[in-house]
Structure formats: C-alpha cells, structure tokens
C-alpha cells in the first residue's frame, strides 16, 4: 500500500493526491499537520532517502528560517525531534512504499509507483510510436 503524507494547503499534495487517484493507485492519506510524524516514522522515511534530512526538509519554509538551523550541527537525534515538533519542516508530498519514497510532486518520478505491467505497456506504445 501507498502512503502520500499531505499538507492540505499544498498544491503538490493535491497534485500527487489528483495523479494518484487518476491512475487508480490505492494509498492511504495523512494530513501530517493534524496527523504528526511521530520519531519512529520520521526515521523510516530518512531510512528510504538518498541524500538524507536534503531531501526532506524544506529550507524554504517560514519555521526553518525562524529557528535559524544549520542542518550540519544537528545530531539525528536533535533532527528527528525538530521534525516531531515542527512538522512544517517536511516537505511535501511525501509518498512512500515498503521500497521507494517520492518527496514533492514531480510527473516523471512519481510514475515509478505505477505497476510494472503498466509502465512496460506504456513503453511500448511510446515505441511504437516512434517508430
């Protein structure tokens, strides 16, 4: 099952939420504003990154700034709690499997949660037509 973590002003989230139901791809929605990360979860979603907290904090958000974080000096603890307690750093969406996690919308990476017998068909009339 699919996991998409939203928040509900964000218009990437209602664009990954849009994407996902039009490819009739169950998952279960979480508005992580109401819903908090709890530590636990906060670090199974670093386990599935490549970059680490690069590619799930939002450097632009208001609380970042606020609070004035160098990421460099945080030790994953502090990191894991700052997330826990200001939920407003994570980007989003975020959409996630066992396997593959997705943060932000973007059309061409979130393809990749679409069911290999679909990607492959598509492929192939991508082929076809430019043949």
Request: aromatic share 6%; hydrophobic share 40%; net charge neutral.
């Amino acid at each position: 099952m699919l996991n998409l973590y939203v928040a509900p002003s964000s218009a990437s989230s209602r664009k990954a939420r849009a994407w996902l139901k039009d490819h009739e791809i169950p998952f279960k929605e979480r508005n992580i504003n109401s819903q908090p990360l709890n530590a636990a979860e906060v670090k199974h979603i670093l386990r599935l990154t490549e970059n680490g907290s690069e590619d799930i904090i939002s450097t632009r958000s208001n609380i970042f700034k606020k609070l004035h974080l160098n990421l460099d000096d945080l030790s994953l603890t502090e990191l894991v709690d700052l997330l826990v307690k200001y939920p407003d750093l994570i980007k989003r969406p975020i959409i996630f499997d066992d396997k593959r996690l997705e943060v932000g919308y973007n059309e061409e990476e979130i393809r990749r949660f679409l069911p290999r017998s679909i990607r492959q068909a598509e492929l192939k009339e991508l082929e076809a037509k430019l043949s």
